[in-house]
């Protein structure tokens, strides 16, 4: 849906570097969650988050960082890519708990 | 935390056969189940979800039981067409929690 977009859509990044991923949703969903998507492994959350300024780990948050300044906003930064982050990464709202998911158009990232 | 298996991994079916796939969850405390449908290159979207307060949820050719007793559920594609090939992920969300654990995927094919 419309109501939440990420970016960039794809991402070319080195070992090393810092990545920032973009998720914005227009819905004033009050839960927002970090994906990444893997051959085998299905859909992994990495980060989630329940309100501004509230954030928690999910499965597998090594090597990222989140933050929540805004409920419209909750940006995903690898501090320094390394190429087991080569993966789909979805960002996702809802607005309760028990309430539908909704996911943005994901990113693609290769870390060379 | 809450551990979802899905099983098949992969599934063929001919076109208007019925399609069968099947997920087990380990915490009796989850009370959310929803299907999600992810076309190759698309973000996965709501196909149909059911509460734990309900035995059978159907819409048009597809239903989802659960099995609380068993802590399984299963969803079921009728007079499969050729639109219905995609991967299809489970998940269960436990009461009074944010987030949702997903399955690992099937990756539905549909035969002409």
């Known amino acids: 849906d419309a109501g939440i977009t990420q970016s960039p859509r794809y991402k070319i990044t080195e070992t090393g570097r810092q990545v920032t991923l973009m998720c914005h949703q227009t819905?004033?969903?009050?839960?927002m969650f970090w994906y990444r998507q893997d051959l085998g492994h299905g859909l992994r959350l990495i980060y989630y988050s329940a309100a501004a300024d509230i954030t928690d780990k999910g499965e597998v948050p090594d090597g990222y960082v989140v933050s929540r300044s805004k409920t419209e906003n909750f940006p995903l930064t690898l501090e320094s890519a390394t190429r087991s982050q080569t993966s789909v990464y979805f960002c996702?709202?809802?607005?309760?708990?028990?309430?539908?998911?909704?996911f943005g158009s994901g990113t693609q990232l290769s870390v060379l | 935390g809450e551990n979802v298996e899905q099983h098949p991994s992969t599934l063929s079916v001919q076109e208007g056969d019925s399609a069968v796939i099947k997920c087990t969850y380990s915490d009796s405390a989850s009370n959310y189940f929803p299907w999600y449908k992810q076309e190759l290159g698309k973000r996965p979207q709501l196909i149909i979800d059911?509460?734990?307060?309900?035995g059978e949820k159907k819409d048009q050719r597809i239903a989802v039981t659960l099995n609380k007793t068993a802590k399984h559920f299963s969803l079921h594609i009728t007079e499969t067409q050729p639109e219905d090939s995609a991967v299809y992920f489970c998940?269960?969300?436990?009461?009074?929690?944010?987030?949702?654990?997903f399955g690992t995927g099937t990756r539905l094919t549909i035969i002409p």
């Open positions: 998940a269960a969300s436990i009461a009074g929690n944010e987030k949702l654990t």
């Open positions: 059911i509460r734990s307060n309900v």
């Open positions: 996702a709202s809802r607005a309760g708990q028990g309430e539908k998911l909704f």
């Open positions: 819905w004033s969903h009050s839960y």
